[in-house]
């Protein structure tokens, strides 16, 4: 008999203390999953912002009449990025239109175009007559357009900006 009132006491002790246990856990699962509203709740993951990166770029020397007037540079919006037409200045005949460098800047959210005037190494008797060359520049962009683009020539006249945009967002 003894045995049957352990027995029986050990069992009303385990089920109180599962209902107890069971109970807490059951409050906790029924207001960890739902809303004031009963919807569940999803966790939402915080987002990265998305940043414009720079997929392609392109240059290609165009005549000198097509220039903006001035021998600068017009920088203009494209739907997939930045369009540049402009003249640089060269020392002498032999002298071309070069893009030096195309980059963006992630963290000032700048995209720069950087074009130079050098002398063809294989053109010979070349005169030292001032020429004016032309060029088009396109960069291409995923995941946005850059909020600024500027373009630099670095020709006979020195190294200026000619032209500054801010690109819609």
Aim: charged share 25%; with cysteine; net charge negative.
């Amino acid at each position: 008999m003894n045995r049957r009132a352990l027995l029986f006491g050990t069992v009303g002790l385990c089920a109180s203390l599962a209902g107890c246990s069971s109970g807490d856990d059951a409050a906790e699962q029924s207001t960890a999953g739902t809303s004031t509203g009963g919807e569940p709740v999803s966790p939402t993951p915080t987002e990265t912002p998305r940043r414009p990166r720079l997929v392609g770029r392109s240059f290609t020397p165009v005549r000198a009449d097509a220039c903006p007037a001035g021998g600068s540079a017009l920088a203009t919006e494209t739907e997939t990025g930045v369009s540049v037409v402009g003249c640089v200045s060269g020392a002498a005949e032999c002298a071309i239109a070069r893009l030096a460098r195309a980059d963006y800047d992630a963290e000032s959210d700048v995209a720069t175009v950087v074009v130079e005037t050098v002398e063809r190494t294989d053109a010979e008797n070349c005169t030292e007559s001032p020429v004016t060359r032309g060029y088009e520049a396109t960069l291409r962009f995923e995941s946005g357009l850059p909020g600024r683009a500027v373009v630099v020539h670095d020709d006979a006249d020195g190294r200026r900006e000619v032209a500054r945009i801010d690109v819609a967002a």
